[in-house]
């Protein structure tokens, strides 16, 4: 069973649905996962697949948009900055734990990509959550990253171009845009062809290929590595694709690797998107995330 639902986050409302097990006992009370999508993603972007499976399985889920995204309220749109993000996740735990079929002692997060970095820190500083998936997660450092990606003299264009456009928004109260993607050789947010192809082909019916270059310049501070030796006790379950094109494996790895225990990685043979309808990966890498939560939520 599904229902649209909306809740509260900084005076706008985040849009969601809740998905509840087609059988439920009377004063029982159930586990809950609480979802989001990755970079600029909406909740129609196979979050329902991973959702339904697990509330099959006898767990309440919450899936949502982001403020600024998707169905949910909130100026100017297309607004990706990691640490509202955040609060939005927390909310969502706190609107979740207010219903009164659900355990507020059995909370799980989910997250993917951009979103799978969001849950490290949520699990790492809200120990309200007890189980947490993070699939084909984002590494955080976004300064680093960018640097050695672009090298000394293109981060200095970038930043120039990112404070040519905090001028704009003082100057104005507007920012600019980059398109999320777009074809090779026009600037974007993710310049892969592989997100271009997935995001162009599965975009759903509320994503908009748009994002605010403030959100670009605030996500340079993001790094998650903090974060990610204060989850243990919270058990960890980390999905990576061994040929990703955001988020380098041979990154990624080694630093879950140092993360404290009790945790688990997989790895599977695929891409960064493969992991969301293409199978084998999708059954693969769902069953291991139902597996976790009925592990540790159940």
């Known amino acids: 069973m599904r229902r649209d639902i909306t809740f509260n986050s900084h005076g706008l409302k985040c849009s969601g649905w809740l998905y509840a097990p087609a059988k439920i006992t009377q004063n029982k009370k159930m586990p809950a996962i609480v979802m989001a999508h990755g970079f600029s993603g909406t909740k129609e972007q196979y979050l329902d697949r991973f959702a339904a499976l697990f509330a099959a399985h006898g767990f309440i889920v919450l899936v949502f948009d982001y403020r600024f995204l998707g169905a949910s309220e909130g100026e100017p749109r297309g607004q990706v900055i990691w640490y509202e993000q955040i609060e939005d996740y927390l909310n969502a735990i706190t609107w979740v734990c207010a219903q009164p079929e659900v355990d507020t002692e059995r909370i799980g997060v989910w997250g993917t990509s951009f979103s799978g970095a969001h849950v490290l820190s949520v699990a790492a500083y809200d120990r309200r959550v007890k189980a947490v998936v993070s699939q084909v997660p984002g590494i955080g450092g976004g300064f ?4 050695a990606m672009m090298g000394l003299e293109g981060m200095k264009r970038i930043l120039a171009y990112y404070s040519a456009d905090r001028l704009r928004r003082q100057q104005t109260g507007k ?8 074809p090779a050789g026009t600037p974007s947010a993710l310049p892969t062809a592989d997100s271009l192809a997935w995001f162009t082909t599965d975009s759903g019916p509320t994503w908009q290929n748009m994002v605010t270059i403030e959100s670009m310049e605030k996500n340079l501070e993001y790094d998650i590595t903090l974060a990610l030796g204060r989850i243990s006790p919270t058990p960890l379950l980390v999905i990576l694709a061994k040929h990703d094109s955001l988020i380098p494996y041979t990154v990624a790895k080694p630093l879950f690797e140092k ?3 009790p945790k688990k990685i997989l790895t599977f043979d695929c891409g960064h998107f493969d992991i969301y309808a293409r199978e084998p990966w999708f059954t693969q890498a769902s069953k291991a995330e139902l597996d976790w939560f009925q592990q540790h939520l159940t």
């Open 259 to 261: 993360a404290p225990e």
């Open 175 to 182: 920012g600019d845009y980059l398109p999320v993607v777009a």
């Open 144 to 147: 680093d990253g960018m640097r």
